[in-house]
Every structure is written in C-alpha cells, then in structure tokens.
C-alpha cells in the first residue's frame, strides 16, 4: 500500500534562511506527487506537482521540489523564508490502484518563520 | 474560472443528528473527491465520485455516504452523528480524478 512519510511535524526557520521540509513515499509503481499548502481555517492550495516530466519541479511562491527515485523522496526547498510562508504544507501522493481521485497524504509540517 | 465552492462553511449540530454538506467542482471537471481532516488522523480519504457513481471509498463506516448529480455537484450526508464525527470536511475536483485536485474551503462541522 502506498504511504507518505514527513519528516518533523514543526520546523522552524528564520526570515531570510533556506527552507527544507522532507517528505518520503512508498509506492510500487512511478507515483504522481503534490505539495499543498495550508493557511489557517482555508483549505488546501497546490504548490507544485510531479508527474514523471523533469525531476525538479518549481511552484509557486518560489517552491521547489527534486524527485528522487532511488531515495523515494520529495523534499520541498525553499531558498530564502518570508513570514507569509508560514502555513502547514501536506505532501501527497496520488492512489495509482485503480486510476481514482485517491490522494493519501502525509501527517503535515507546520512551517514558523521568525523574524 | 471559480474555484470549488463548498456549502455551508460551518455547522453546529448534536449528537444523533445528520447532516448534509454541499460541494461544487470546477467547471469541466468530474471527479470530486472528499477528505475528513482532524487534528489526530490528519487528512483522510473518504471516497471519490465520478460521473456520478461512487468509484473509491476510505476506511469511514456507512454513516458516511454520498453522491454526486449529473452536473458533476456533490454532496455528502453523515447520520447518526457522534462527537469525533467534528473535523474539516474538505472537497477537491479534478478532470478525471487521478490528476491534480484542486480543493475548496471546506465545511467546518462541529458536533456536540
């Protein structure tokens, strides 16, 4: 079964400093691969995708990810934090079993930029 | 073009009760899938519709069910509700379902 796996539930960053929230998957078969993001009491918006084009995938707000299969990773990078970036970001990977509107998520990593 | 919309955002009700919450998908798109999101659980499949038959479901007893119109619109009704039943039921669309979804704001539910 498929199964998405964030690494720390809080990471805290300053204003200005690279963020790095980890996201690791298991999957039989190439996977389709999302970041959102939260902002409180909305719901989930989409950052950026992976759907076996290129392996770094660039989003909005200046939100990057790598796809790396031999790690089954798909860490999300962003190079400076600004305070409106602090939300909760989910990762997630799409149910290829059936080919259906599945998405199994991660726990979620609360992101607190400081100034 | 408008984003998924979602009916009401929040709700109040007592145990024992049922509810129904609305969902409207992007224009175009048929599948509309839902999540139930709770400080302990997280985010949760509930099930997925596609021109309107029911193609997936989660791990949620039969309390939980739902349907979808031919206009792709969706709703979901919980009977019989219980205090745990309180969470963010979230609705997301997409074109064919295994593609990007694209999420509304949710219906907070609050049971007492």
């Known amino acids: 079964a498929q199964s998405v796996t964030q690494l720390g539930s809080h990471v805290s960053v300053s204003e200005g400093a690279l963020v790095l929230l980890r996201c690791n998957y298991s999957s039989s078969v190439p996977p389709y691969l999302f970041w959102y993001v939260q902002y409180p009491n909305q719901g989930l918006q989409l950052l950026l995708k992976?759907?076996?084009?290129?392996?770094l995938v660039k989003g909005i707000n200046g939100f990057e990810a790598e796809f790396k299969k031999s790690e089954t990773s798909f860490h999300l990078t962003k190079p400076s934090a600004h305070m409106s970036d602090a939300a909760e970001y989910f990762c997630a990977v799409s149910d290829l079993n059936g080919n259906t509107g599945k998405l199994i998520f991660g726990q979620g990593t609360t992101l607190q930029v400081k100034p | 073009k408008a984003g998924v919309t979602q009916t009401p955002r929040y709700l109040i009700k007592t145990r024992g009760q049922q509810v129904t919450l609305s969902c409207s998908p992007i224009?175009?798109?048929?599948?509309v899938s839902w999540y139930q999101q709770t400080p302990g659980q997280g985010l949760q499949f509930l099930f997925e519709y596609f021109s309107e038959t029911q193609r997936n479901k989660g791990n949620f007893p039969g309390r939980f069910s739902g349907r979808q119109f031919s206009n792709s619109r969706s709703e979901m009704n919980v009977s019989t509700l219980e205090l745990g039943d309180s969470a963010l039921y979230l609705c997301?669309?997409?074109?064919?379902?295994?593609?990007?979804?694209?999420f509304g704001p949710g219906t907070r539910l609050l049971v007492l």
């Open positions: 224009s175009g798109h048929r599948s």
């Open positions: 992976y759907t076996s084009a290129a392996t």
């Open positions: 997301a669309s997409s074109l064919t379902g295994p593609e990007t979804q694209y």
